[in-house]
């Protein structure tokens, strides 16, 4: 072998080496690419989706289940505040007269809501309230009429004695009718399992 033809094979020996080198490097960068905008987009998923729990509970019933449902899907806990609070006479089903009896009898009876909520923030909104006559209580329908729902998803749940929570739901829907809602749950008592299986935007 002359002089030159060892000059010619070592650097033909180094362009393959760089050539390998420089192969795997990219490959590797490529590789290393698909798991990062993957992550990404789970992250752009979550913002998207920002949960909001809102509920209305006159003696705390309801509270409970609404402050499970936060815990377990990480949604903002949100209480629906009546300008006027509920006495206990105000809430006696065996009076006719009493306040709560003649809202529910009352087809325009909307109860003032003393906060603002930001509904503008979220865009899974679940509803919550007690069952009073077989419906929501006024002040759900009150919430409905001053603030736009369009396209936000809505998972109704309430509390009751007995009674489900089909009837109130049909009611509420006319009340936004550009949502999207979800099948409702009724709730009888706090049971932190049921509402795991169940709060199904976690
Ligand atoms: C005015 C009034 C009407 C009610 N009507 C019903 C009813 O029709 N059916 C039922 O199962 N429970 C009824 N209840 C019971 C409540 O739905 C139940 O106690 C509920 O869990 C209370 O929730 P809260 O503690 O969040 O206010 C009524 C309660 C009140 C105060």
Known sequence: MDKKMI??????????????????????????????????????DK?????????????????????????????????IVPEENYTSADLNYTDDDSRANK?????????KIKNKLQIEEYDTIYLGYPIWWGMAPKII??????????DKEIIPFCTSGGSSIDVSVEDLKELAKNAVWHDGKRFSKTSKDEIENWAIWK
């Open 7 to 44: 000059i010619t094979t070592g650097i033909l020996f180094i362009i393959i080496i760089l050539g390998i080198f420089t192969y795997t490097l990219m490959s590797k960068n490529s590789f290393a690419d698909k798991p990062e905008e993957t992550e990404k987009d789970g992250e752009n």
């Open 47 to 79: 913002i998207k989706r920002k949960i909001g729990v809102i509920y209305f509970s006159a003696t705390g019933t309801t509270k409970e289940i609404a402050d499970y449902i936060s815990q377990t899907t990480g949604g903002d806990l949100i209480e």
């Open 103 to 111: 809202e529910q009898k009352s087809v325009n009876a909307r109860p």
């Open 141 to 150: 329908y009150t919430l409905l009429d001053t603030y736009d729902f369009k």
